[in-house]
């Protein structure tokens, strides 16, 4: 058994509920306009996890799903539409949006996608370009 904890999230409704377990591969903000249109908000917050460490342990044939690009597949509940998670295939990660589990301590380290930014925030974290270059980026500077 597992010393790791985990948190329980769900989408609008609570018919999709998943769990993560372990530390995320990171966190932060992603201010790219695929992001911003899908979620409806200026910013999206991210946690990125291996697949292994996200579990849909309620309602899974409830998702429904859509991919715009190869690099994402969207997941959202088929009963509220409430927004759940997108796989990122390239990047070998999960991003569960940071607000469907409220009890995880969300600790953002950097902002990608910056440049695309339509809420410019001076919070002092690194503000990137794209992804860092262990994600699958050029983990350039936004400048």
């Known amino acids: 058994m597992s010393n790791e904890k985990s948190y329980q999230g769900s989408c609008f409704c609570g018919a999709v509920q998943v769990t993560v377990t372990g530390e995320p591969a990171g966190m932060g903000y992603c201010h790219c306009a695929s992001c911003r249109h899908w979620s409806a908000g200026p910013v999206n917050a991210f946690t990125l996890w291996k697949p292994k460490a996200v579990q849909v342990t309620r309602g899974a ?48 380290a950097l902002h990608v996608h910056y440049q695309e930014s339509v809420l410019p925030l001076r919070d ?9 270059a262990e994600m699958g980026g050029l983990g350039r500077d936004a400048g």
Request: hydrophobic fraction near 30%.
């Open 61 to 108: 044939d409830n998702l429904a799903s859509y991919s715009k690009t190869t690099g994402s597949r969207r997941q959202w509940c088929k009963t509220c539409g409430g927004h759940v998670m997108t796989e990122h295939p390239e990047m070998g990660l999960i991003d569960v949006y940071a607000a469907i589990i409220p009890d995880y301590p969300f600790v953002p």
């Open 124 to 132: 002092g974290l690194p503000k990137m370009r794209d992804v860092p």
